[in-house]
């Protein structure tokens, strides 16, 4: 298999990494590659260099792109189609001379937005036809999204990840959750929080008196918060997941993290590879893009 | 009045400042200094000379301190005193050749701590004699104390003040929170926080989409922000305040806001002031420590 052979580029092209693969005119990939050309590091004029540096060696053809590079401080701004609708909007936003972009999504009650995972949703959905329940996308900013009959109804973000590195990093705590995991003490705080939501502010506090007054260890200390907020969000978003067919789109630890918690709620969840869902969204995106009228 | 004739010396020492007066017998402020020689900036041997180059002018009289000086990575650990207990514990930890430190607080279950407010509390009821109630000293780390019989009970923190920092210059709300103020954006925070405590999390990210889809100006979302996070610091403290005497000890804007909060609640809180409450606590721990048998 050799990319020159290729009839389109998939790119999936957040904040921080662009990355693509050289797709046969069957859907198999054919190359991959990634580079550091994230939304955050460029202007707008140099968003089509970075295209043509990281695919230099592949035939110039056309590229279905989403996340970031379709916001307001990307290349090209793709306005948000509204929920509900289906993940995959008609018509993508062109970009340069051979790209095409997939909107994101956005709610107006309560504000919501989000752009990449409804790419995700889409090859979910293309993988599993029929699949009704909601799609939980761990991340940064954690999206949930209700879907049914092929759309998606309703979704909300919590910025858990977001949470997570700026308390780590940037309070008080970063002196007692240096590093280290303790998977007894992340469900501790996964329980605490959804039985005692309302306690969350002073829950906190705790683990670094803890640290100081009955030596709790930076590893337990690191998992308990991580539990505290992840459970803290399956608070907020209850009424999403109670009761449903739960898929958890994601790679790796923080997606399995997500998992374990629904778990221990008795709310058994599908893990779902990420880079597959990614790749047969765009998919369905390059197809209808293809057969468009 | 001239420091010459200070028979004592108070000094508030904290994380970042060193606060001191020059008192005479009689209890009058004769002169007052301040320096950024804080307990962060300070190695073991570097508070004697912080102390004396702030001092140098005055006499070489006994000094009383309160704060983080009496930390582990203070001057000398001064050892928590567990409550319940009364705010003063009765002997305090001698640094160097004329420093006597007031000891902090400690709750076993749930761990909590605090050095410095302990003075605060122990100020005002020194200032109000019989004063039964919950006592809350806002800052980057926020205490209720509730207070009887001349003791301090039971004692929570919140971090609410250093949540607000790592978030607002941390996380993706940086760009939606950088400046200004909204009376009623941060009451309706509070509310939002206190009717629904376990929504919290998604409520975060909202702030963000509003900003993007309905344009909510930063100075809205900021203090809505701010509305939220010690709304949810009420409702996890609400066993406190509820139906309490409320006193909240603190300087200008900070301690306003949480007045404001508690009022929307129906639950009036008296404003005291901070310098005053920290003065009389250090004098009621000299004259106690003056009249030692």
């Given amino acids: 298999m050799s990319p020159t ?5 998939a790119a999936d092209w957040g904040t921080t990494h662009l990355r693509v693969w050289a797709m046969s005119s069957s859907g198999t990939v054919l190359a991959q590659a990634t580079s550091d050309d994230g939304m955050g590091r460029l202007t707008r004029d140099g968003f089509a260099p970075a295209l043509d540096r990281l ?3 592949w035939p110039r053809v056309p590229v279905i792109a989403c996340g970031m590079v379709g916001s307001r401080q990307g290349w090209v701004e793709a306005a948000y ?3 509900p609708c ?3 909007a008609d018509d993508l936003t062109a970009a340069g001379d051979r790209t095409h972009i997939i909107p994101g999504l956005k709610q107006t009650a ?3 937005v989000m752009r990449g995972e409804e790419t995700q949703v889409a090859g979910f959905l293309a993988l599993n036809p029929g699949w009704d329940g909601v799609i939980c996308l761990p991340g940064t900013h954690t999206k949930w999204a209700h879907v049914s009959a092929g759309e998606v109804v309703s979704f909300q973000t919590a910025m858990t990840g977001d949470l997570f590195a700026a308390i780590t990093g940037h309070t008080v705590l970063r002196h007692s959750t240096a590093a280290g995991w303790d998977d007894a003490g992340f469900l501790l705080g996964v329980d605490e929080a959804l ?3 309302e306690r969350l502010a002073t829950r906190l506090f705790s683990l670094r008196a803890e640290g100081l007054l009955n ?3 930076d590893a337990t200390a690191r998992a308990r918060l991580s539990g505290l907020l992840i459970g803290a969000e399956l ?3 209850r009424a999403y997941w109670l009761g449903q067919q739960i898929a958890v789109i994601g790679a790796g630890t923080l997606a399995g993290l997500y998992v374990a918690a629904l778990g221990a709620q008795a709310a058994p969840a599908t893990q779902v590879n990420a880079d597959r869902a990614t790749l047969a969204g765009l998919t369905a995106a390059h197809r209808r893009w293809k057969d468009r009228p």
Same sequence: chains 1, 2.
Avoid: E
Wanted: glycine fraction near 0%; aromatic fraction near 4%.
């Fill in 5 to 9: 052979s290729a009839t389109w580029i």
């Fill in 55 to 57: 695919t230099a060696d």
């Fill in 81 to 83: 189609a509204a929920v």
């Fill in 86 to 88: 289906p993940p995959l």
């Fill in 110 to 112: 309560p504000a919501d």
């Fill in 195 to 197: 039985s005692h939501p």
């Fill in 215 to 217: 030596a709790l260890p």
């Fill in 235 to 237: 608070a907020a978003t």
